[in-house]
C-alpha cells in the first residue's frame, strides 16, 4: 500500500435499506450514491447489532454488542478503546460532527478518540436543534388544564377532549409561518457538511478519519422543499408537513393514521435525498482538496424506521423487525474501484475491525467483531448466523428503570431470521426468503434444523457475554454514570456488577 488512507464514516439516523437507490428503491432517493455504488462494494444484508441508536451505536464504535457490559451501561465506556481511538493511535487527525443526537454525546463516551469532536448539542452555538416555542401558561392555558383535568372523569369525555383539543390545535397551528427550516429539530445535512468541509480544509497532511452523523430522515420529518420537488413527491407546504408529523406523532392506532402515510413516506423520501445531495457536496470538496483518492468511505445507518409495518411507527424497539434492523451499507475503496454486490449477511458489529484492516491499522484486543476485509475484496461473505440484540420497549434510556427490562435477540441469516423474545419466553422463526414481510412466523415443526442453526447462535451469543471479562471496563461506566447522576446510582451499579 502507497499513502496511508483516510477514512469517511458517514452514519444516517434511520436510514432504512430499501428506501436506498442502490439496492434497489424506486424513488431517485441516492442517485449521488448510486454513482458512488458503481465503482463501491455494495452489502445487500447489513444489520445492525443494535436498534435504536444507543443500542446500535457501541458496535460501530467499540465492535462491542450494547448490552455486553450490562443492561444498564449505555454508550461507550470510559478509556474503552474505539475506531476512533485506534485510528488516532496510529496518527489519523480525528474530527466528528454529529447532528445534535443526545445519545451520541460525550456523556455517552462518543468524544474519546476524535481531536475535534462537534455534537451541536449546545444551544449556545445557534446552530444546534430548535425545540419547538412554548407559550407561558396565561389564563387561556390555565382553562385548557381545567378542562382536560375535568374531562379525565371517563374514558369516553377523555378522547372527546383529546380529539377536540389535537384539532384545536391543528386550526392553530395552521395560521402560523415558519419554514420548514423554521421547523426542523436538528440540524440539516448541510450545516454538518459545511462544518466538516471547513474542517478539512484546515486539515494538515496526515490521513483524516472523518466521522458525521446526519439526523434528516429522523422524525419530525421537515425536508428542504427543493428535495421534495426533486423525488417527484410534489409540493408539501410547511404547514401541511406540520400537520402530517403532528398527526403521525398521535397516540393512535394504525388505522387513523394510515391515510396520511403516502405524504409522510414523500417527507421521509426527501430527507433522505437531501443527505444523498450533501454527501455529494463533501465528496466535491474531497476532490478539489486532492485528499478523495486517498479516502475509504462508507456510509451506513444506526437502524431503520417503521412505516405501519407491524402497524408501528418510528423505531422504538419492538420486535426486530428488518426495517428497523436492516440498514444500507456502501464501502468504497480507493484501492479497489470496483462495483460488488455481497450477498451474505454482514454484521455492522465487524464495521470497525473491516475498517481497521483494510487500512492497515492494528485492531484492539477488546473487539469482539472480526475483520471481514478479505471476504469483502473477494466478493463472497459468508452465510453466517448475525446477531442483534437492545432491551425491549426502552424507549429512553435516561430512566435505569427502562434500561433494565427484558432482552430482545435476533439470529439472522441470508434466508432465516429467529427473534427471541425473553419477556415472553417465546421465539419467532420467519423464512425470509418466502416472507420477506415476516408476516406470519413458521411452526415450530417446520424447518425444524435451520430453527435449531439459529437458536445455536443465539445461545452462543448469551455464552460469549456471559464468559467475557469486562469487569473493569464496566465499573469505568459505573463510575461514569455515578459522577454524572448521583450516588444512588453507584451503589446500585456495584450491587448488580457484583451479583
Ligand atoms: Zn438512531
Redesign the pocket.
Known sequence: MGKPQSVLLITV??LRADHVGFPGYGRPTTPFLNSIAQQAYVFRSAIAAGT??YY?FPAIHASRYPTALGRDIIGIAPEEPTLATALQGAGYTTGAFLAA?PYLSPHFGYAQGFQTFQDFLNPADGKTARPESRQAPGRVSSLRRFVEQSSQQTRLTSAAYGELHFWYCQWHNARETRTMDQLRCYPAADVIVDEATAWLRALPEEPFFLWLHLMDP?HPYYPPEAALAATGAGEISAPRARFLNSMWNRDVGPARVRRYLREVLSLYDASIYWVDQQISRLVHSLQELQRWDETLMLVTA??GEQFLEHGARY?SPMGLPEQLIHVPLLLRSPEFLTSKVLDGPFSLIDLAPTILESVGVETPRNFRGHSCWKQVKAGNLPDEPVITECVEACNNPFRREERMRSRLIAARDRSYKLVVNFREQKDYFYDLSNDPEESAPLRPEVLSSERARLLHAVRSHLQQIKTNDESDTRLRACLREFQQLDSAGLSSSVASTAS
Open positions: 439516523d434511520c435504536p441508536t446500535s443526537n429522523h444506526d437502524h423505531h
